[in-house]
């Protein structure tokens, strides 16, 4: 279940259709595809992902008389699949790239998702106007489908806050000149409730980024009797913060809301960091879940 958007140019552009093609694989930076006209789209940060088929042109008469009859328009055999049924946060990060080639190549849309009245031509979309478009028809989606697909749900601030910092993980490693570990964020579910929540992974003695979460999973280390005892399991992230209030410093970036614990705080706390009771192990909580495997509306 996709929302589908096909791409057309005006007759009189300068653009030919096959560098149109081309400027597609150049301005979309990840593609993890093996076929030459396929882009795959699949970020491993954020978990977003989406298809761009670059395909033969029509040769049924009823596709032609659907995608090749607008007057004064070129198909340029180019469309795009944004699946359904994912957090609202897919739609933030994939329109602004199609919104930003279809300014630099002077692109129209045709939307078959939009209302008969408005799809008579292809017609200039912005990014906002697609992320809205897209949100809403989602939500509808997800809505009507929750509970014969028994969808998971986990809530749009939330998740957009996700997003947020996901996003940010390569240029804050980038950035950042101290020797800083910043996580990767991933969900679980609860076996019993179905519930669904954030969490990190945080190692003794590392210094870390910690962007607000649900749960932390603490890796100890340490030693009982002269054995070497690795334990591992949930705690809540207001327990972390409420415990370490002091080590931990508000981190200065505005793009993103986050707590930072430099190296001489991490190594200050090792004691009481393997000290620090489990709430629930992992395992018995539940399974690890993927980044697009849930959706904000229910």
Aim: proline residues 4%.
């Amino acid at each position: 279940m996709s929302y589908d958007l096909y791409f057309y140019r005006k007759k009189a552009s300068p653009i030919t259709k096959e560098k149109i093609q081309v400027e597609f694989k150049e301005m979309i930076t990840i593609d993890i595809s093996e076929v030459d006209t396929q882009i795959h789209y699949e970020n491993e940060r954020t978990g977003v992902y989406f298809l761009i088929d670059i395909n033969e042109p029509n040769k049924e008469k009823e596709d032609i008389e659907l995608f090749d009859s607008f007057e004064g328009f070129e198909n340029t055999d180019i469309s795009a699949s944004i699946n359904f049924l994912r957090p609202d946060y897919f739609g933030r990060e994939i329109f602004p790239m199609l919104g930003e080639i279809c300014e630099k190549l002077d692109l129209y849309v045709f939307n078959p998702q939009e209302s008969d009245e408005t799809r008579e031509r292809p017609l200039k979309w912005t990014a906002t106007e697609l992320i809205k478009h897209w949100t809403d028809h989602n939500a509808q989606v997800s809505k009507q489908q929750f509970e014969k697909l028994e969808l998971k749900y986990y809530p749009k601030d939330k998740s957009d806050k996700i997003w947020e910092y996901t996003s940010m993980i390569d240029t804050l490693e980038n950035e950042i000149e101290e020797d800083i570990y910043i996580p990767n964020l991933f969900m679980i579910m609860n076996e019993k409730t179905k519930g669904v929540f954030s969490y990190i992974v945080w190692s003794q003695s590392i210094p870390l980024i910690l962007p607000k979460v649900d749960f932390v999973i603490l890796v100890k280390n340490y030693k009982k009797l002269f054995k070497k005892i690795e334990e591992i399991g949930i705690v809540k992230y207001e327990d972390i913060v409420s415990k370490f209030a002091k080590e931990f410093e508000k981190f200065d970036n505005n793009k993103v809301d986050c707590l930072i614990l430099r190296q001489k705080n991490a190594d200050k706390i090792k004691k009481e960091f393997n000290s620090f009771p489990i709430w629930k192990s992992h395992k018995e909580f539940g399974p690890q879940i993927g980044l697009d495997n849930f959706v904000n509306n229910k």
